[in-house]
């Protein structure tokens, strides 16, 4: 199926609980890999995973990867994504107060710009919620962690370099929100977060300090540390039970944001 994007379709797929489940809410899904790498069909897995486990329907989209399409691309993608899906939610069964946007490494980082930038702008539809795994909130400054777990596990510093030089053009600014989510100012209507982090994760820190600073802003956070798991993990569901048992605990609380309606305009 195909979604409106910022400059033309972009590539979807919409997945339904196998079990015949029929809650109404939905997922707009974003994959990892850096802005640069990744697809829907790699997370394929994933949706499905999801969708039965929540019961409620998951929407993974395909954005403009870098460097052919470089920021902002994928955040204006990831924005008209979930406009779109929000106007056609009849169409996929799904009540248009019940879309979350989610995503893990780089696609939390879309979802989390996309769920700012929805706040901010003063009409059109704003997420149920927010669903962050591991995100990249910080493209401007590096924090301990980065130091700490950048050498010996999944992600590593050259990675990060080679991935933020790929997907920031040179002359924007880091600090943009858009980019960094870290910084700029929080709207009082920015939808309720669920941020999940790695132990072992060069980009644990800056994932802890934005479910701060949305803390400090007001809005309803649940951040949840899994302290012995590394960067990347939401893939590795079904690769052995510690995976498996981080995921469907970041799932259940999916489903009961799902749950809840959210705030819209």
């Known amino acids: 199926m195909r979604l409106r994007g910022a400059r033309g379709q972009l590539d979807a797929t919409l997945y339904a609980p196998a079990s015949g489940r029929d809650r109404p809410g939905a997922l707009v899904f974003f994959h990892g890999g850096g802005w640069v790498i990744g697809s829907r069909t790699g997370y394929d897995h994933v949706g499905r995973y999801l969708a039965e486990r929540t019961g409620h329907r998951v929407l993974s989209v395909d954005y403009r990867l870098a460097p052919e399409d470089p920021f902002p691309a994928a955040v204006d993608d990831a924005l008209a994504a979930f406009d779109d899906t929000v106007a056609r939610a009849h169409e996929f069964g799904v009540d248009p107060d019940r879309i979350v946007v989610g995503g893990d490494s780089a696609g939390g980082t879309l979802a989390a710009v996309t769920a700012r930038r929805a706040a901010d702008r003063a009409d059109g539809p704003v997420p149920a919620g927010q669903w962050l795994l591991y995100p990249a909130t910080d ?11 950048g050498r010996g596990f999944l992600l590593t510093d050259e990675d ?5 030089d790929h997907y920031v053009p040179s002359g924007v600014d880091r600090a943009d929100p ?3 989510v870290l910084y700029g100012a929080v709207a009082a209507t920015t939808p309720p977060a669920l941020v999940v982090t790695a132990g072992f994760d060069p980009l644990r820190d800056e994932g802890e300090r934005y479910a701060e600073k949305l803390r400090a802003a007001g809005v309803p956070v649940e951040a949840v540390r899994e302290a012995d798991l590394p960067h990347g993990f939401l893939p590795f569901v079904h690769l052995g039970p510690r995976f498996g048992e981080a995921v469907a605990a970041s799932a259940d609380a999916l489903r009961r944001m799902l749950d ?3 705030r819209t305009r």
Do not use: E, K, N, Y
């Not at 493209?139 to 777990?149: E, I, N, V």
């Not at 990060?160 to 933020?164: A, G, K, L, N, S």
């Open 260 to 262: 809840q309606p959210g």
């Open 178 to 180: 858009l980019v960094s």
């Open 160 to 164: 990060i370099v080679w991935f933020q």
């Open 139 to 149: 493209l401007a400054t590096r924090h301990p962690s980065r130091d700490r777990f």
